[in-house]
């Protein structure tokens, strides 16, 4: 969109309009573009002419500046466009013609890389004949699909197996095969038909189809691969090696395979096929498959070696495979004029390692061993071409062996242990690190990780992870923790498990039992004398509790006995404890109330009464436990005696007197007066 802004002095009326093309041939069909939003502004019309030609109008003339927007066309073009904004302005005397001259730059660039919403294609150049033309439109017997915006183009081919060379080798008396498929989709409801027209005269033949159709969908889809199979008949000539030649014609309704390989286009032709024979009679060796597939942890495979020919002496043929450690073969096969005409039965196996080495091809070579071989013909004989296929399918996969899945532990105790091994070697080191709930610890050596190192040196080897209860002062009961395992190493396929395996992250549940008893531990006894200082009374918990914790004191007989050191709620007396501050022992005294409150002179014994105590908590661990008194005893300090004096150093005459006293130590519990002192008159 365009903004075109008018101002007339003072004010005008005026017709304006946008067009292409030569100045002096303007037609209504040079018009570019649009007006947007002319009905929006009231001051404002569309005004159509002669011819259709379009305009746009004031409807007033009291105002001096305006604005139209024009909004240019879209239409796909790489060059810039050259417009003429023209108006008409009209006043009282004339109406002069007037026009500004724009040039539009197109907003998209073909070959940038970028597929734009009006292009086909963009493939990052202006290059022809590669599948997106220099004016970025997809060129006919090609198709492009975008990959992040950049267009990758594919031309519409059928392609062989094997190609480049396209040879395929059997024997006589045995088949062998080729492969086609072609490289781009076809269209709905459009075909490509391939025919096989094998060489006329030949000594080889088709066995089974040579007319293949390639749909859109289903089982001749385009990307299903097709198989021809082809036999070369057995005989008793020795007529050495020879090739038979196979052509192949395309016809198709899709236009694109059309184009390619039709005569009003590129004009392609399918390549053809060698085949190439061996002769089975003569100075030969004879194999009796080129291609084998075997599986490791699966079943041998089997071919036969036999000659072409009757030796005039030993013939030795050493077996052997690569790359190692893949195939097992067995390592030769020995003839003689006696066995020559015997077929030999080799044994094929896969090796079955521990390494991820996905589906591998190995080869099987057969050489003639020189140093055992004694006929002349034979060890001249060169078998460079005498090479079996074989595809090796891996059986292993990735993973990690966690056993058991479940522990049992207890607080403060040593703990359990599990294994935790891989299921397949790995190229490089595997970090397993141990993640647990708060309430457990998993320790190996090396910390809370284990690493199993590269290339085979101890992947299947279980290592022992120690799991450990963590030791608090909760009573938090019987309880279910869990144990699972992350995996890091740059060893992709490992690395990539915790997404692969169904069984990440390998959880364990560990089954917790608490060694923690809720508990007010305090003394059974207090014992207490009148007139010294008073006794202590200590309590502490033997577990931290989830929440505070009181404990409430009451006496059975509170007349001679008082309770310090406490803090008061109303008339309870009581002591708290805190989560944080659990662990503190808390102390009351006991002081007798003879001597301090009041005097006290009777010797009362030992007088005895119990203290009740009551424990509340919103942990319901600690919420009323406490369910025996403790006993109080009371030692009086006064004791009961009759006192004389003087007890010693009276001396009489005869005819003479003395005088010595009486009276009690203590008040009596009975009715006497503890305080008088009687005079004895001794004569």
């Given at each position: 969109d365009?903004?075109?802004?008018?101002?007339?002095?003072?004010?005008?009326?005026?017709?304006?309009?946008?067009?292409?093309?030569?100045?002096?041939?303007?037609?209504?069909?040079?018009?570019?573009?649009?007006?947007?939003?002319?009905?929006?502004?009231?001051?404002l019309?569309?005004y159509?002419?002669?011819?259709?030609?379009?305009?746009?109008t004031?409807?007033?003339?009291?105002?001096?500046?305006?604005?139209?927007?024009w909004?240019?066309?879209?239409?796909?073009?790489?060059?810039?466009?050259t417009?003429?904004?023209?108006?008409?302005?009209?006043?009282?005397?004339?109406?002069?013609?007037?026009?500004?001259?724009?040039v539009?730059?197109?907003?998209?660039?073909?070959?940038?890389?970028?597929k734009?919403?009006?292009?086909?294609?963009?493939d990052?150049?202006?290059?022809?004949?590669?599948?997106?033309?220099?004016?970025?439109?997809?060129?006919?017997?090609?198709?492009?699909?975008e990959?992040q915006?950049?267009?990758?183009?594919?031309?519409?081919l059928v392609?062989?197996t094997?190609?480049?060379?396209y040879?395929i080798?059997?024997?006589?008396?045995?088949?062998?095969?080729?492969?086609?498929?072609?490289?781009?989709p076809?269209q709905e409801?459009?075909f490509?038909?391939?025919?096989?027209?094998?060489?006329?005269?030949?000594?080889?033949?088709?066995?089974?189809?040579?007319?293949?159709e390639f749909?859109?969908?289903?089982?001749?889809a385009?990307?299903?691969?097709?198989?021809?199979?082809?036999?070369?008949?057995?005989?008793r000539l020795?007529?050495?090696?020879?090739?038979?030649?196979?052509?192949?014609?395309?016809?198709?309704t899709?236009?694109?395979?059309?184009?390619?390989?039709?005569?009003?286009?590129?004009?392609?032709?399918?390549?053809?096929?060698?085949?190439i024979?061996?002769?089975?009679?003569?100075?030969?060796?004879?194999?009796?498959?080129?291609?084998i597939?075997?599986?490791?942890?699966?079943?041998?495979?089997?071919?036969t070696?036999?000659?072409?020919s009757?030796?005039?002496?030993?013939?030795?043929?050493a077996?052997?495979?690569e790359?190692?450690?893949?195939?097992?073969?067995?390592?030769?096969?020995?003839?003689?004029?006696?066995?020559?005409n015997?077929?030999?039965?080799?044994?094929v196996?896969?090796?079955?390692?521990?390494?991820l080495?996905?589906?591998?091809?190995?080869?099987?070579?057969?050489?003639?061993?020189?140093?055992a071989?004694?006929?002349?013909?034979?060890?001249?004989?060169?078998?460079?071409?005498?090479?079996?296929?074989?595809?090796v399918i891996?059986?292993d996969?990735?993973?990690?062996?966690?056993?058991?899945?479940?522990?049992?532990?207890?607080?403060?105790?040593?703990?359990?242990?599990?294994?935790?091994?891989?299921?397949?070697?790995?190229?490089?080191?595997?970090?397993?690190?141990?993640?647990?709930s708060?309430?457990?610890?998993?320790?190996?050596?090396?910390?809370?990780?284990c690493?199993?190192a590269?290339?085979g040196?101890?992947?299947?080897?279980?290592?022992?992870?120690?799991v450990?209860?963590?030791?608090n002062?909760?009573?938090d009961g019987?309880?279910?923790?869990?144990?699972?395992h992350?995996?890091?190493?740059?060893?992709?396929?490992y690395?990539?498990l915790?997404?692969?395996?169904?069984a990440?992250?390998?959880?364990?549940?560990?089954?917790?039992?608490?060694?923690?008893?809720?508990?007010?531990?305090?003394?059974?006894?207090?014992?207490?004398?009148?007139?010294?200082?008073?006794?202590?009374?200590?309590?502490h918990?033997?577990?931290?509790?989830?929440a505070?914790?009181?404990?409430?004191?009451?006496?059975?007989?509170?007349?001679?006995?008082?309770?310090?050191?406490?803090?008061?709620?109303g008339?309870?007396r009581y002591i708290?404890?805190?989560?944080?501050?659990w662990?503190v022992?808390?102390?009351?005294?006991l002081?007798?109330?003879?001597?301090?409150?009041?005097?006290?002179?009777?010797?009362?014994?030992?007088?005895?009464t119990?203290?009740y105590?009551?424990?509340w908590?919103?942990?319901?661990?600690y919420?009323?436990?406490?369910?025996k008194?403790?006993?109080?005893?009371?030692?009086?300090?006064?004791?009961?005696?009759?006192?004389?004096?003087?007890?010693?150093?009276?001396?009489?005459?005869e005819?003479?007197?003395?005088?010595?006293?009486?009276?009690?130590?203590?008040?009596?519990?009975?009715?006497a007066?503890?305080?008088?002192?009687?005079p004895?008159?001794?004569?």
């Open positions: 365009y903004q075109i802004k008018l101002r007339c002095t003072p004010s005008c009326a005026f017709l304006l309009t946008v067009e292409s093309g030569p100045l002096n041939a303007s037609q209504a069909e040079q018009q570019e573009g649009s007006f947007q939003g002319v009905e929006e502004d009231s001051r019309a569309l159509e002419g002669l011819k259709s030609y379009i305009a746009v004031n409807t007033n003339f009291i105002t001096s500046a305006y604005t139209i927007i909004r240019a066309p879209n239409e796909l073009t790489y060059q810039p466009l417009v003429r904004v023209t108006w008409v302005l009209d006043n009282e005397f004339q109406c002069p013609g007037i026009f500004t001259e724009l539009l730059t197109s907003e998209i660039v073909c070959g940038d890389g970028y734009d919403q009006y292009e086909d294609c963009d990052d150049n202006l290059i022809a004949g590669d599948g997106c033309s220099p004016t970025c439109e997809v060129e006919i017997g090609w198709v492009c699909e990959r915006r950049l267009s990758i183009c594919t031309q519409a392609l062989f094997p190609a480049d060379p040879e080798r059997t024997v006589e008396g045995y088949e062998t095969q080729y492969n086609m498929v072609l490289t781009t076809i409801s459009k490509v038909y391939i025919l096989v027209t094998p060489q006329i005269g030949g000594e080889a033949f088709i066995v089974g189809e040579t007319s293949f749909a859109a969908v289903g089982d001749n385009w990307n299903v691969e097709r198989t021809v199979v082809v036999s070369a008949p057995g005989n020795v007529d050495h090696r020879r090739n038979y030649t196979i052509s192949h014609v395309l016809s198709s899709d236009p694109n395979y059309e184009h390619n390989y039709g005569n009003q286009g590129a004009n392609l032709e399918p390549p053809q096929m060698t085949v024979i061996e002769d089975d009679d003569g100075v030969d060796i004879i194999l009796s498959r080129v291609n597939t075997v599986s490791e942890g699966g079943s041998d495979e089997f071919y070696i036999s000659l072409g009757e030796p005039s002496g030993r013939v030795h043929i077996i052997t495979s790359p190692a450690g893949q195939v097992y073969v067995t390592p030769n096969a020995i003839f003689d004029a006696n066995n020559w015997e077929e030999a039965v080799i044994s196996a896969a090796i079955d390692n521990s390494n080495d996905g589906t591998v091809v190995a080869k099987i070579h057969h050489q003639i061993f020189q140093n071989t004694t006929d002349e013909n034979y060890s001249l004989l060169n078998t460079d071409n005498k090479t079996i296929r074989v595809t891996d059986n996969t990735p993973g990690v062996v966690v056993s058991p899945r479940s522990l049992s532990v207890t607080e403060s105790k040593q703990g359990d242990y599990y294994a935790i091994s891989l299921l397949s070697n790995n190229e490089k080191p595997v970090r397993i690190d141990f993640v647990t708060e309430g457990i610890e998993a320790m190996h050596a090396l910390g809370s990780y690493i199993f590269a290339d040196e101890d992947w299947g080897i279980p290592k022992y992870i120690q450990r209860a963590l030791n002062s909760l009573e019987e309880r279910v923790e869990t144990l699972t992350t995996i890091t190493s740059e060893y992709l396929p690395n990539d915790a997404d692969t395996d169904p990440a992250p390998w959880e364990i549940l560990v089954y917790v039992s608490d060694d923690d008893v809720a508990a007010v531990v305090h003394g059974d006894l207090v014992n207490i004398t009148e007139g010294q200082d008073a006794s202590t009374f200590s309590m918990l033997l577990t931290q509790p989830t505070p914790v009181r404990v409430y004191f009451d006496l059975e007989d509170a007349s001679y006995v008082k309770i310090g050191l406490t803090e008061r709620e008339d309870e708290e404890w805190l989560p944080e501050d662990s022992t808390k102390t009351i005294t002081e007798a109330l003879a001597d301090s409150e009041y005097p006290d002179s009777t010797d009362n014994g030992v007088r005895e119990k203290m105590m009551l424990s908590s919103d942990d319901t661990n919420n009323d436990i406490l369910n008194p403790v006993q109080v005893l009371v030692y009086d300090n006064d004791y009961a005696a009759v006192i004389v004096e003087p007890t010693t150093g009276i001396s009489l005459d005819g003479g007197s003395a005088i010595f006293t009486v009276h009690l130590a203590t008040k009596p519990q009975a009715n007066d503890s305080g008088a002192v009687y004895v008159n001794i004569q």
